[in-house]
């Protein structure tokens, strides 16, 4: 009888030791949990897999993002990396393509974007600068032909007024680029200090091609002017921001 105590002890003890080591894992599909399990959360590497191949490979510290985040495409041919410190993105990001090259490097301090992003061609040769001050980027972005020399051919943001003003008190302002490009975003709005700030902007209502600005006769306007911002996709994928400040004919719209 005490020998089977015994015995009943110990599986008890095995019991309870292989449940402390975390059992399954509530954060997908994972496997292959490198380094050990702390009071305070998971330090290690975590292997996240997508159809059982290896998609996704997290570095933690105590349960937080500490150290190198990695994704794959598939054939485990590196996506991107993404350097982190106590949970925040720090340092330069880096996307590549598919056979390795740098195709982005993006620099970030404590989460936010803060430097000059750039992108290559395969060649190594600069695609593309995009500069950034705490997280706010510069309107234009300076792209670059194969052979080296820069794009400026970028269509221009213009205006036409629609003058309703003396039968309905109202005007509409349509705002497109010189192109009649479709892949355009306007907003209403200014930029900061020479810097875009998209939260400070209100989208404009838009057809494929054209966005417009509804204002009408009211008591105590006194609006000179409307700045509207217009966001066009280039060739390249990225986005060139344009501003436009509009006289208005009459002073009391709003």
């Known amino acids: 009888m005490k020998q089977f105590l015994s015995f009943l002890s110990i599986v008890s003890v095995l019991a309870a030791f292989s449940c402390s ?72 990001a880096k996307w590549y393509y598919t056979d390795g090259y740098v195709f982005r490097t993006t620099p970030y301090e404590n989460d936010t974007i803060n430097g000059e992003q750039l992108q290559y061609y395969k060649s190594k040769k600069v695609k593309a600068r995009i500069k950034y001050i705490n997280g706010l980027r510069f309107p234009k972005v300076d792209e670059y032909n194969m052979d080296g020399t820069k794009i400026t051919n970028y269509p221009k943001l213009v205006y036409r007024i629609n003058d309703n003003y003396k039968d309905k008190g109202s005007i509409k302002i349509f705002v497109e680029m010189s192109d009649n490009s479709e892949e355009v975003k306007f907003y209403r709005g200014d930029f900061v200090k020479g810097l875009l700030d998209l939260n400070a902007c209100i989208p404009l209502m838009q057809t494929s091609t054209t966005g417009y600005v509804d204002l009408k006769k009211t008591i105590g306007a006194s609006l000179d002017s409307v700045h509207v911002i217009g966001s066009y996709l280039t060739p390249f994928g990225n986005r060139y921001y344009s501003r436009l400040s509009i006289p208005l004919p009459y002073k009391d719209l709003k």
Do not use: C, F, W
Request: net charge positive.
């Open 21 to 92: 080591q975390g059992g399954g894992s509530t954060k997908g599909t994972v496997s292959n949990r490198k380094s050990h399990q702390a009071d305070t959360g998971y330090t290690g590497i975590e292997v996240y897999k997508k159809g059982g191949i290896k998609a996704k490979e997290v570095e933690y510290k105590n349960g937080i993002k500490d150290g190198m985040t990695k994704t794959y495409y598939p054939g485990l041919i590196l996506e991107q990396e993404i350097p982190y410190v106590n949970g925040k993105k720090n340092g330069i």
